[in-house]
């Protein structure tokens, strides 16, 4: 059986390594646009940061690694651009030499992941802008950086938040561009007021309700305009969303959304046969939302690409959604989402309320007891969990990930009361924080 998978990274290798494992027989073959195989994105910032002293320490596995070990036909710097579903082929050029390639395929997978937007903003081919998505990015990033004071960030979601902690950590002056009211949309309006006042307590300008439309400079980017302001700086790192790299679909049939996300069902196959997607460049069921959804994280591109190379390999086993579970650090603060913020229930037509505690994340008289803030959406005809929010010091990650149990469970307030959770004095209360905040919904 001849396998193709077109990218190199979580989803990609995940399912190659499935495929190898389960087929005796394959022939798998891997094409990477880039030159680096199988990393971990999400480190990228504390690279930046200096907490992670080489990009080298994010690299799971090697190309070489996946074709000596494995016996994966792993390839570098070979872009797909085109596919022909009726002929099973995929065609491309080896951006190093410029000489095509042709590739025929008994089963394709498409883990292309996605690309970080530049809007067309007026001078944005000036030195010194960036956006962060790749190692290559990172290595462009840090010596420029040592030149650099005076750095703004347009768009306050995880990744400006994850690269604004780490500049600060440098001892960078630090400007957050955003063009709606708040920072972190994902969460509701009260609790990114937290944020906020995080952001304040360490010195960054929050810039909130401005829209960047142009950057001026001689050769290099020395202002930024915006419909209200104009800033000087000395480098500026774009990060206002992805979207998913399937432009070379077109014509194929391939079935996308709106997002040009590739829409796969629960076996990860698209509505062509023989062909598969994964990860960043798939849609997501959510099983809250009950829809297709596009939350590109690597926990899910990783779950993905496993299931989908099992199901190649001919070993039938289904992806059982997300609930859209996350968290970051922010300076001092863990911030922690997971299902439905009030805002995306209302939307969606609920009938949702939501409660609010401020609690400790161990016993209050214990010492080092650090303020949590919790927040729980839910439906009020039946009381069923919808979402939850957590921002605090310590402990959000392992609440956030009861929360994410519960609502993959369709669970309800009162089973989150009655939930059998650990306790002692330097790690919790003898009532959870979740559990008091589901007691007080009357």
Known sequence: MNYCIIGGDAAGMSAAMQIVRHDEKANVITLEKGTIYSYGQCGLPYVVGGLIPSTDRLIARDVATFRKKYGIDARVAHEVQKIDPNEQKVMGIHTATGKPFTISYDKLLIATGVHPLMPDWEGNNLQGIHV?????????????????????????????????????????????????????????????????????????????NEEVQGFKGNGRVQFIETNKNSYATDLVIVSVGVQPNTDFLEGTGIQLNRKKAIIVNPYMETNVENIYAAGDCATHYHRIKEINDHIPLGTTANKQGRIAGLNMAGIRRTFKGIVGSSIIQFMDLS???????????????????????????????????????????????????????????????????????????????????????????????????????????K
Not at 335 to 352: D, I, P, R, V
């Open 132 to 208: 962060i998505k790749t190692i290559p990015d990172v290595e462009n990033l840090l010596p420029d950086l040592e030149q650099s004071r005076d750095i703004t960030i347009i768009g306050g979601g995880y990744i400006g938040l994850e690269m604004a902690e780490n500049l600060i950590r440098l001892g960078k002056k630090v400007r957050i561009i955003q063009r709606g009211s708040q920072l972190a949309n994902i969460f509701d309006e009260d609790m990114a007021a937290l944020i906020h006042d995080e952001a304040k307590k360490h010195h960054i300008d929050v810039c909130l």
């Open 335 to 441: 911030l922690g989402k997971t299902g439905l913020s009030f805002k995306e229930a209302k939307q969606l037509h609920f009938n949702a309320d939501s409660i609010q505690l401020k609690g400790k994340d161990i016993a209050g008289y214990y010492p080092g007891a650090e303020s949590q803030h919790i927040k729980l959406v839910y439906d009020v005809t039946s009381q069923r969990l919808l979402g939850g929010q957590i921002i605090g010091k310590q402990g959000v990650d392992k609440r956030i990930d009861v929360l994410s149990v519960a609502l993959y469970n369709g669970m309800t307030l009162h089973d989150l009361e009655d939930l059998d959770l650990s306790y002692a004095p330097p790690f919790n209360g003898v009532w959870d924080p979740l559990q008091q905040a589901a007691r007080r919904v």
